[in-house]
């Protein structure tokens, strides 16, 4: 998968089109874009962003975006290879992040839901488990696998494309294994 080229005079809508990561890089390095006071708008050039939020080094906050995005797409594993897994009997996690009432839309077949009276249990599985989470379209999933990538968990992968291409039978060669 290449890169996105993204250039300081590019929007932030621009940037957001081509690696959403952009928006979580942006605010776990310099907490910008996460709440209204430390905001910007789709129309704000990532330069302006920059000065609004005394970001001095403007190369290396598009780096921080490129490297969060190649990690967001090495934490994405496609429905195929997840239905091998569970096919050829491996040993993994796969959670199904969706809210309870989600849920009414269908189940996703091999995951467990998460429990939301005790997700703190997810925190003592090992750190090298592997755990594939799996939401509506993959957004969701992809933040918590994220969140668990922060916290040391070793092989954590979001369901590309979630519940919606799961649904499909989706899968390409962009597989991660």
């Not at 039978?169 to 597989?175: D, F």
């Amino acid at each position: 998968m290449t890169q996105p080229t993204i250039r300081p005079e590019m929007t932030m809508e621009a940037i957001l089109a081509v690696a959403p990561a952009a928006q979580r890089a942006l605010f776990q390095r310099y907490h910008v874009g996460g709440c209204s006071s430390c905001g910007f708008q789709p129309t704000d050039t990532l330069a302006q962003v920059c000065k609004d939020h005394n970001i001095l080094d403007v190369p290396e906050a598009i780096r921080t975006i490129l490297i969060a995005q190649d990690m967001d797409s090495n934490m994405q594993v496609d429905p195929a290879v997840v239905r091998g897994w569970l096919q050829g009997g491996e040993d993994f996690s796969f959670i199904d992040v969706r809210m309870p009432e989600e849920h009414a839309n269908g189940a996703l077949e091999g995951a467990e839901p998460l429990d939301y009276n005790d997700s703190g249990k997810y925190m003592t599985l090992p750190k090298d488990r592997r755990i594939v989470f799996a939401c509506q379209d993959g957004q969701r999933a992809l933040d918590v696998a994220a969140y668990f990538k922060g916290h040391g968990f070793e092989q954590v992968f979001s369901l590309r494309g979630g519940v919606d291409a799961w649904r499909r039978g989706a899968g390409s060669s962009h597989s991660r294994a």
